[in-house]
């Protein structure tokens, strides 16, 4: 494999770079392909693009084989260019890198390496082994990883990618002392939380939350295009005191409750939730007041529910949880231009920090406005 920076390109090979953004950009507007990642792929003849794929979600067709369907007989010697290397394995799907073979393609071009060890190194000693030509355009490889951020954290980290999405107001608050916080951030900032919920697998909250505000987490339809697919919506109740004529019942979408409780009063209303077509399961619990253990609530979302991004949209004490335990990978907190004052509640309620060596340290990755309100993205 020949490992190229953009800049080392002669001037009839520029056209390499638009063929990759394109099909860095088809991988980038799939919603979600997990527990697979987003792909996408352009087959070209010099500057013509003669086929495009991408990858939609588990069972079906991989990028490369929609590319190719599409090419048809103009696949034969053309460039083929991909969001990330060509699988290898036998899955619910054949392997690209047979198809590729097959289809008699002269040369494939990558970003990045798969980092799932099936493939990882190994299609592209396929395509090699197949006489094929590789080359890494390496210049690509963290926008082609920002893509796929869940997928690379799936197999570097072994758990999901977490966000922590917070309003709060000047003052650090999220609600008046008295609970009231409809609407601390405005309009525009609420869309645009649909937009990060599409991009997740699940949507976290705790039981708090749910009694406080009733919501419904799901992602809903924004100016008339409706949602592909919905998020995982979880909700953490060690003791399953949600009511059953909860609004997060009446949303279409999968959902899971995580309790930790026991006695026959949380049996039964566990089957009076399940009777409401939920999930409930029980997971290890964390501490003497019986709370569950957040580690492992992001590994049973990853294993057990093939979830690659996670999405927290909880109470202080859950959101304050995540933030202590390190499992926070990109922090969202929309700035509203509004004081509540020092009786309001807090952002975030954690143990005490006794040093500033100890603080949890954020990096400022982005400043946006949406409306009033100036979203503040963070990232370890």
Sequence with gaps: ???????????????????????????????????????????????????????????????????????????????????????????????????????????VIIPVIDPNPLVAGKGVQGLVDAGIDVIRLIDFESQARAINLGFFKRYESKRPYVRLKLAMSMDGRTALANGESKWISGTESRKDVQSIRRLSDAVVTG???????????????????????????????????????????????????LFSGE????????????????????VK???AEGRADIASVLKLLLEDYGCNEVLIEAGATLAGGFISEGLVDELIIYLAPKLLGSDGRPLLDFGEITSMDLAPRFAIASATQFGEDLRIVFKR
């Excluded at 500057?47 to 007989?73: C, F, I, K, Q, Y």
């Excluded at 060509?86 to 392997?95: A, D, I, Q």
Aim: net charge negative; aromatic share 4%.
């Design 1 to 107: 494999m020949l490992e190229i920076s953009n800049h080392d390109l002669s001037g009839e090979e520029a056209y390499w770079l638009v063929h990759m953004q394109q099909a860095l950009a088809l991988a980038e507007n799939v919603t979600s392909a997990s527990p697979n990642p987003r792909v996408g792929c352009v087959l070209a003849d010099g500057s013509e693009v003669v086929g495009t794929g991408w990858h939609l979600g588990t069972g079906e067709p991989h990028a490369e084989r929609m590319a190719l369907l599409n090419a048809g007989d103009r696949a034969k010697n053309s460039t083929v260019f991909v969001s990330l290397e060509p699988c290898c394995h036998v899955g619910r799907t054949g392997s690209c890198v047979e198809a590729l073979r097959e289809a008699g393609v002269a040369r």
């Design 263 to 282: 006695g026959d009063a949380v049996v039964d209303r566990a089957e009076a939730l399940r009777a409401r077509t939920a999930n409930v399961e029980r």
């Design 285 to 287: 619990v964390c501490d």
């Design 207 to 257: 039981v708090g939350t749910v009694l406080s505000d009733n919501p419904q987490l799901n992602v809903r339809d924004s100016a008339g295009v409706k949602p592909v697919g919905q998020p995982l919506r979880v909700v953490l109740d060690t003791q399953l005191r949600t009511p059953v004529d909860s609004r997060i019942f009446d949303a279409a979408g999968p959902l899971l409750f």
